[in-house]
């Protein structure tokens, strides 16, 4: 199973837990990381010591691109010099697909099956009519 590390801005790494847990009920190997209070050397010790606790290759799921979460997430990764797949732009479909296939991905397609589930959790609907 691959550990997912959801580092994101605030409570929302917490909010995605909590909705995926009442989806799919809890989930082993899947913790969050809040920037809140931290400074970018913080935040990225932080990111390290998760990486540092892993076996494997591992998955950090990051709000958005050039945040602090994301340059933490890069700054530690390169620091340990672990396997980690970082993608931007986490959403709940993203998440929810992943975990109910993390036991059985194969490493070198992790990153491509994120951002097409990603991908497919994104649609416009509208009412008729309008």
Not at 42 to 50: A, D, F, P, S, Y
Not at 72 to 83: E, F, I, K, V
Not at 92 to 113: C, N, Q, V
Not at 114 to 127: E, F, K, S, Y
Request: charged share 20%; hydrophobic share 40%; with cysteine.
């Amino acid at each position: 199973m691959i550990p997912v590390l959801l580092v994101c801005h605030g409570s929302l790494a917490e909010g995605f837990i909590d909705a995926v847990s009442r989806i799919m009920g809890r989930q082993e190997a899947l913790e969050a990381q809040s920037n809140e209070g931290l400074s970018l050397d913080g935040l990225t010790e932080q990111v390290g010591h998760w990486l540092r606790a892993q076996q494997g290759p591992t998955v950090i799921l990051v709000d958005f691109p050039g945040s602090s979460c994301f340059r933490a997430a890069m700054l530690a990764t390169r620091a340990t010099g672990l396997p980690a797949t970082i993608v931007t732009g986490v959403n709940l479909g993203m998440l929810l697909s992943f975990l109910g296939k993390r036991s059985t991905i194969d490493a070198g397609e992790i990153a491509d099956t994120l951002i097409r589930d990603g991908h497919r959790a994104m649609q416009c609907g509208r009412p008729r009519g309008t």
